[in-house]
Structures are given as C-alpha cells and as structure tokens.
C-alpha cells in the first residue's frame, strides 16, 4: 500500500483495510461489506471513499457513475453488470488491484484538476456531485498569497482535521501524514466548481401546496361562475367570466414554471487553483466582450466609455480578453470618444488592478457614497486616487467637448485628423469600418503591462438591404470576433451595463469551464440589476419579481431566458449546433447470465462499433467530429464544404474559425489579412442565402431578438445557468420617468407579439425538439402576457359601470359561494406571502410589481397588440411620439418629468371613470337609504381595487407637489364633462318609480 504521505496529497487518501472494516457508507449509513476474498470493498481505487456495494452499483447504472469525492469514473468491478463506457479488454479481471501504484492515481489525479475529462465520463449527462454539496473540502476564501505564512498553515492544520473527522485520513501516523501546501492546494482544486443550492423544503413544500389548493379553489369558482349568470346584467356578467377564465389561464401559465426554483453557488477559488497554476500557461477560457450602441446622442459617449472602462479593467487574465465595440450609428463621436477611452485606459486598469477597487467603472466608483478607505492599506492610495479622479475629470472634459462639437454636422460632413472624410458621414450608407487599440501589438500601460484589446465595429450598410437593427449588428460582431480572435465564449452586453462585480467573467467560467456539465450549457444569464432609480421604485424599474423569482424558478427546470444583456455565451451554441447528446444505455446485462441471453446486446454493440469505426475511415475525422456537434439538425447529404458555405457565408477564414471547438486562430495567419477578412464578414450582403437570423446567431423577426434567440436554443437541447453572485455582476441605466418607462415595455410587448404572429410560436413551434414542458409554458407566456390586457381593460372598466347603472357581475351569494369567494382571496395571498418568503423579495418590490403589471396592462400592453397587429397582418409600422417638458436638476428630476404620449390615455380615463363612479354609488346609495349600502360594498371594493394599482400613474401624472400639468388638466375636464352628462342621464338622486306608468291619454272618461 502506499505511504499515508503520498496519498494525503490528494485529500482522500487510502486507509488501513483493518479500520476500513470497521467504517460505514458514507451514502446510505450502512456497513461496507467485504469480498468475495475477506478483503475490504473498495469502490474507488483513487481515493478510497467509503462506498457500500449497492450504492456503487446504484451510481454506476442510476447516477453519474463518478465517485462522489474525486469525481473519478467507476470502474468495472468483477461480477458487476456492463454499462457503455466500459472497457471490454478486462472483462473477467477487476480494473484495479488492491495494490495500485499511487504513481498512476497522481497521473490521473493532474488529468482531472486540469478538467480533461475522457470521452466516457463527460458523455453522461448527470450533473457532478455539486448538486448535492461538497463533500472533501470547502471552499477557500482566497489564494495562498493572501495570508500570511503562519495563518496558511493554520488553514492548512485545519483542513487535515476536517479530514479526520470524516474518516479520509489514518491518525495512526500523525507525524508523517501532514499534508504538504500543495497536496492541500491539490485536494482543494479536485472540488467542484460549484453546486446547487435547495430551496429548503420548509419554504418551498408549503408553497406547492398553496399552489395546488389555490388551483382547485380556482376550478370551483369558475365553475361558481360559469353556472350561476347575473341575468338582471347579462353582458356584463358575461364580459366578466371571459375577463376571469383568461386570467386563471395566465395565471397557470406564470405560476407552474415556478415549481423548482433553485440557486446555485460557485468557487472561484477552486477555478483558479485548477486552470492557473503557477509556472504553467492559464488555462482559462477567452471571452469576447460585445457591446453595442447606436446614437451617441441618444447614448451618451460617456456612459458607453464607462462600460468599456469596466470591461477593460475586468478581474481576469488580459490575453484572455477582447472587448469589441459596434457602432451601428457609424458615427465619428464614438470613434473619437473610443480613441480617448483607450488613452485612459492606460492609467484607469492597472490602477484598478493594484488597488482591487470595485466597481471599475470610473463614473459610478467616483460617485458611490460609501468609505472608499475600507480595507485599503496602501500607503499610496490616497494619493494616487486624487490623482486618478482629476485625471477622469481632466478626461471628461475632453469627451464632453467631443460631444459639443458633434451637435451640428458640417455641410462637407466630418474630417477626421489626418484630413480624409469620414466614412460614414451616410449613416445609411457607408463601407464597413474596423479599428483596433491596444492588446499585444498596441500600446501598453502606464506600467508596461500589455491591455486587453479593443476593438471598434462599424458595419457596412447600404440602401436596399435589410440590416435587422441590433440582431443584425450582433451577428456582424459574432463574425468579427471569430475571425480576429474566436474566443470560445461571448459576452452581450448593452452600452449602458458596465461590469459591477470584476470577478463577473470567473463566476460564469465555473459553469461553463465545468468538464460534465459545461458542455451542454448554451449560456449563462446574471440578472440585471440598476442604478438610479428612486427608493420607493414608483413604476417597478428593478423588476425584482421576475429576476428574484420567475427566473431561479426557470434555472430549476431547462435554464432561465435570455434577457438580452449581461450574458456569457457558449460560441458553439450560436453557431446552430446541437449540444453533445449521451449514448442511449442498452439495456443491462450480467455476466452471471450465459452467453445467449445476451448475445443480442452483446453482439450488437461489437458490430456497431466495429460499423462506426469503418465509417470514420471512409468519411473522414473533420466530418465525424463536426457532425457529433452538429446533431442530426445539421448533417445534410452532399460534400461538406458547400454546407457550410450555405450555413456560414463565404469565407474560409470564419468557416475553419467554426471548427475550432475550444477557440483560437489557424495557424499560419497575419493581422492584415485577418482584418481583411473580417472587413469582409461584415459586408451588408453577406448573409444573403445563408442561416444567419434564421438558425445561427442572434434570431431576427422580432424587435425581442433576445427572447427568439434564447428559444432556439433550449428548442435544440441546450441548457442555461442563471448565476447571481453576491455583488452583483452588471449594474444598468433605466428609465425612471413614467413615460419612457411606458414606452420600453411597449416594445419589449410589441417584440412579444410579434413573435406570437410568427412561425416561432411557442405554442406549436419546436414539439419535435427537447424543450421540457414546462419550460415551453414559460415561453408561452412569455408571448401571450401582451393580450391580457384586453381583458384587463374590461376588467377594470366594469367596476365604474356597475356603479352608475346599479347592476353588479355576481348574483346574491349563498352561504357556500362565500366560503369559495374567502377560500380564493385567502390562497391569493397565501401564495403571495410564501413566495416571498422563499424568495427574500420584500413586500413593497411585490406590490409595484402588480401595481405596474396593471398600468402597463391598460397601456404599454394595449397599443403594442394593436401596433403588432396592424404591422404583421396589414404591414403599417405605427410610433407613438413622446414629447419631452422641462425636467428640474434635483436628484431623481426625471423622475417628475413630464412627456405627453398618447399611451396616458386609456389609465386616464380608467382613474376618472371609477372616480365618478364611486361618487355616482355613494350618492345613489345616500338617496335610497340603507338597504342600498349591501350591495355597494362590493362595487366600491372593485372600484378601490382598480384606483389603488393605477395610484402610481395618478402620482406619475400630478408631477412634484401635486402640480398638475396643463395637458392632463385638459384631458381631465373633457373626460368629466362626458361623465357629468351620463350622471345627468341616470338622474340618482330622483327616487325611481316602481309601480305602473301612468300617463295622460287625452280621453275623457
């Protein structure tokens, strides 16, 4: 046996068969047996973790086959049944003697920390041991380098104890058993590199019920509706039941996919100590950063630079890093702006780097109002950090005169310094642009340090094509990028998302780098968080109930959506390729059986092999490997060269670049040509006849591009991560006001209907492919949310007509109709209480989350249905302009600013309605005394119900202290009179004849 020494380099080391004996299952609980020769049942030969025989059959033919400490692959034991991957040339021996030589377990040990997984272990698609927690180690709360010499070996004297106690170390030997700096380094890296973390079943188990109870309660009550009609108000009786069927049908469609909400934690540490480790090349994924823009105007250069800033001065390795900038604008104030950025960046990243402040976004780290001091022990900081803020200043400045002289264009259009016109003085036409900065071949740092690169994207366009709006320019970077640097993974984010957390890239490489389950992951979604926005969140800016709740409850099922920014994506997974599928498991065979009851399977699978291995002859290694990846979706009849060039374009230089499964150049290329070629991809007549848009890259058909694209993919077999770190990864602008609020969810509405007019449906698009039920209901309303607002603008116009006519929805209720009226409002609130209890959101996020669900039900939602409509059936593209008043330069000023649009209208007319009709039922029930006040309860309770969720839009329209403007004055007085001349109509304070009608008929009797 090896020594104790050796194997405690590796954190589970070999133990003494005698007190092995006396051990238990580390699984079950249960006693280890022994063997058939008196030995000890050993499962793992690499470690020697604790395992009982049934467990490790059970893992072996049910679960991920790996050992749950070391993560190393099950090998065949004697007597044990055949599973795929198994190799065949051992069949009557065991794969390892007791006496295995620990140099082989050292060997296979370094394969695993440096994630080269073989074929057979990652084919399985289990997820690693992870989901259920670490079981060796915990994670480090830093490198080594961080503590001093006598604290590390405390650290290191605490890990051996821990050992101990789990039973993975022999105490027999204490004084030869310690484990070196680096074993502990090494037993720490074999971790994995993340896990998932459970919903405690105290918090979600009471929530499923609720769940259930409230949908049955729901089952009831609709059929309470549907049998029991108002006939003294049949319409509107009618008009109710519809309005309440479609809600109980969106509330399914919402409710259910939030059935497995999960949240995962990673370790970074781990990452570092398995892909950077000291003396040899970082092994470290490349990341393309994309970030696009279009109207510096519109988009202040600043706040783009900011993001770049960030991205530039991220936590990670710099030729690991490549920040691609697209001007869709083709404008010379982001071309200069991204020259001055560039300049700066020489002093803003290594300052950032050797201090580690956070953010690293000049702007909003100069601004945050926090002890910047804290934890700083730099001499020097204070120092240099006056010196970098006059120097951000200084460059301000400069930035801000850039954008002073770009507010009037020149009649000869823009010169730019060497005296050449600007190329794209057209914005609608113009040739295709490329700009490198910095990186390898450019200028270094202030401290001779080499900077990521930066590179600016302008593509070509020209009358006549279609260019598909951001998608479009997407698409266009996509091709850049994999021809200048093709980095495996991609980061999308907007101009106005700056990188928050500098750790954000390592965060997503844990599950992407991951050896199993990184494979089959598309992308991984941060959520969006913002900065900016007013405490009390008037008009629910932060969206905290989707991002805290809707979508941990996607990352439970096939992944959350695609949000459109702020997303690290697998290259491989946009280029249209199916995820890598794991061999079907024929059925199990043993070797206790004779030879004819399995000779089928066995048969079958000597000849399968054999067939695949003459097949690989004959079509060669290159079209094998590419139609693994490509799924049957690709593979097509013919040569494979025309394929591609029909898929990807024309270009040989992209179309080797697609090849290359782990990124990187062809060898035997230049930077000329290389610029030359992606000046090519970018041309505006490149995709013709290809499947850009349509199966590769970023989808076009809808202003969402992000929901259609995110779609796709899961549609395919992939799976996404939503990772939310501690410190938030990406922090964004969004609009405050109430109006350009309004008008960013009438397009994320418009993109929804869109994509419901399209053969992209959710609905019937896809049933052949791999997206789980649930998942396919999240999308569903993901499209179908914008129609609940015809309903819902019935719905709340109801309450103001039963008012003034004095009819009501619902008949006189029974004792047993009550109970079910009280059970429904009681599970509302119950289900609403627990998920906020599982999810951590406050009740305050919650209730502007539905207050605002309404106001831009009756609004944003409204006009985008009829704007896609008339767009997609009749061709007519409508806008609806917003016209911009005075905004006051306080803190928050936007927030009071007040731009008249017509989506104002119909929440405006809903407040006064139910205003009046309030006043319309009080009267009428003072007038005929109080039998009238019963049945008015329940109509003003569904007439405060309607005015407390607008209450945000009446606050949004009085401005600053109650200050009303002229428009809505106006608007105000029209509506009212309207109203005045319907109550002069109902005449409610006149007491209504009951009797016959008698009339004069003009006879004398």
Not at 797 to 824: D, E, M, Q, R, Y
């Amino acid at each position: 046996m090896a020594s104790s020494n050796m194997a405690a380099g590796f954190g589970s080391l070999a133990v003494d068969e005698n007190r092995a004996s006396a051990r238990t299952c580390k699984v079950c609980g249960d006693k280890i047996g022994e063997k058939e020769n008196g030995q000890v049942f050993v499962a793992c030969h690499v470690c020697s973790f604790p395992v009982c025989r049934p467990c490790y059959e059970y893992e072996r033919s049910e679960g991920n086959q790996c050992c749950p400490q070391c993560n190393t692959r099950y090998k065949r034991l004697k007597g044990s049944p055949r599973i795929p991957g198994d190799e065949e040339d051992n069949s009557d021996q065991e794969d390892f003697d007791d006496d295995f030589q620990m140099k082989n377990r050292k060997d296979n040990s370094d394969g695993h920390e440096n994630g080269d997984y073989n074929n057979q272990q990652w084919q399985h698609h289990a997820q690693p041991f992870s989901v259920a927690g670490s079981i060796a180690g915990k994670d480090l709360e830093g490198e080594k380098e961080m503590y001093g010499s006598a604290e590390w070996k405390e650290r290191v004297e605490k890990w051996k104890v821990r050992q101990e106690k789990r039973g993975l170390i022999s105490n027999d030997n204490a004084g030869n058993d310690f484990p070196e700096e680096d074993d502990y380094l090494l037993a720490e890296a074999r971790q994995p590199l993340w896990r998932k973390v459970p919903i405690s079943s105290s918090l979600i188990s009471p929530y499923r019920i609720v769940i259930v109870l409230r949908f049955i309660v729901l089952a009831f009550f609709l059929r309470f509706r549907i049998l029991t009609p108002a006939y003294d108000a049949y319409p509107l009786w009618l008009i109710s039941v519809i309005c309440e069927v479609w809600f109980a049908f969106s509330w399914i469609l919402d409710q259910f996919p939030k059935w497995f909400p999960i949240r995962r934690e990673t370790y970074l540490d781990r990452l570092s100590l398995r892909f950077e480790r000291e003396g040899e090349p970082n092994q470290l994924g490349a990341v393309d950063v994309f970030v696009s823009t279009v109207d510096p105007l519109k988009e202040p250069p600043i706040i783009t630079a900011n993001t770049v800033l960030s991205i530039l001065a991220a936590d990670y390795p710099v030729e690991k890093v490549c920040c691609y900038v697209s001007d869709d604008g083709a404008s010379m104030l982001t071309f200069d702006s991204l020259s001055e950025t560039a300049e700066f960046a020489r002093r803003w990243v290594p300052f950032c780097k050797k201090h580690n402040v956070e953010p690293r976004a000049p702007e909003f780290y100069f601004n945050e109002k926090i002890d910047y001091l804290k934890d700083k022990v730099h001499p020097s900081f204070v120092k240099e950090r006056r010196a970098m803020k006059r120097e951000y200043e200084e460059y301000k400045v400069r930035i801000n005169a850039l954008v002073a002289n770009a507010q009037k264009k020149p009649e000869e259009g823009w010169v730019m310094q060497d005296g050449t016109p600007w190329p794209g003085n057209n914005t609608r036409d113009h040739p295709g642009m490329i700009q490198v900065y910095l990186g390898s071949a450019g200028a270094l740092d202030i401290d001779g340090k080499e900077l990521p690169r930066l590179v600016y994207v302008s593509r070509e366009k020209r009358p006549g094509y279609q260019h598909h709006k951001k998608a479009g320019a997407e698409n266009a970077l996509v091709r850049v990028s994999a021809v200048l640097t093709n980095a495996p993974f991609i980061l999308n984010l907007d101009c106005d998302h700056y990188i928050n957390n500098s750790k954000a890239l390592r965060e997503a490489m844990c599950f992407l780098m991951d050896p199993q389950f990184g494979k089959k992951l598309c992308y991984v979604q941060f959520p969006q968080r913002f900065d900016g926005i007013d405490r009390h969140d008037r008009y629910a800016n932060r969206n905290v109930v989707f991002f805290d709740i809707n979508m941990l409850g996607l990352d439970g099922l096939q992944g959350p959506v695609y949000v459109g920014t702020g997303c690290v994506f697998n290259r491989q997974a946009l280029y249209g390729y199916d995820p890598p599928v794991s061999e079907k498991r024929p059925k199990m065979t043993c070797d206790c059986w004779p030879s004819w009851c399995c000779c089928c399977c066995g048969g079958s699978r000597k000849k399968s092999k054999k067939k695949g291995e003459k097949k690989g002859l004959l079509g060669g290694l290159l079209f094998s490997k590419k139609k693994k990846m490509m799924g049957k979706n690709y593979v097509k009849k013919g040569s494979a060269p025309k394929n591609f060039e029909k898929r990807f374009g024309q270009s040989p230089v992209f179309i080797a670049s697609t090849l290359m499964e782990n990124g990187g150049l062809p060898e035997r290329t230049n930077s000329t040509s290389l610029i030359k070629e992606a000046i090519h991809v970018i041309s505006c007549g490149y995709e013709e006849k290809t499947e850009w848009g349509k199966e590769i890259g970023w989808i076009y058909g809808s202003v969402t591009e992000d929901i259609l694209t995110g779609f796709k993919m899961h549609c395919r077999g992939w799976k996404s991560v939503y990772c939310v770190p501690k410190r938030p990864a990406f922090k964004g602008s969004a609009p405050i006001n109430l109006s350009d609020r309004l008008h960013q969810v009438l397009r994320w509405a418009l993109g929804s209907v869109e994509i419901f007019l399209s053969r992209h449906c959710p609905l019937w698009y896809g049933y052949g492919g791999k997206l789980k039920w649930l998942e396919r209901l999240a999308y569903i309303n993901t499209i179908v949310y914008p129609f609940t607002s015809i309903p819902l603008l019935a719905y709340c116009t109801i309450p103001a007509v039963c008012l003034l006519t004095g009819k009501f929805i619902i008949p006189t209720l029974s004792n047993l109709t009550s109970i079910w009226f009280l059970a429904l409002f009681l599970s509302i609130i119950a289900t609403g209480v627990l998920e906020l209890r599982w999810s951590g959101v406050s009740i305050q996020d919650w209730w502007r989350n539905e207050q605002f669900w309404v106001i831009g039900g009756v609004s944003a939602h409204l006009f985008a249905v009829f704007q896609g409509l008339l767009k997609v059936l009749a061709g007519v593209d409508t806008n609806f302009t917003v016209t911009a008043k005075a905004a006051e330069d306080t803190e928050f000023g936007e927030l009071y600013l007040f731009k008249w649009t017509t989506l104002l209208i119909p929440p405006t007319t809903l407040i006064i309605m139910n205003m009046v009709g309030v006043v319309a039922g009080v009267s009428d029930a003072i007038n005929n005394g109080y039998g009238s006040w019963g049945p008015l309860f329940g109509k003003l309770f569904f007439a405060f119900w309607v005015i407390l969720h607008l209450y945000p839009f009446l606050k949004g329209l009085m401005g600053r202290q109650n200050r009303t403007p002229t428009i809505v004055v106006l608007w105000s007085v029209l509506l009212a009179s309207i109203f005045s001349l319907v109550w002069v109509r109902i005449d409610p304070f006149l007491p209504k004849q009951t009797g016959p009608v008698l009339k004069q008929c003009g006879v004398e009797c």
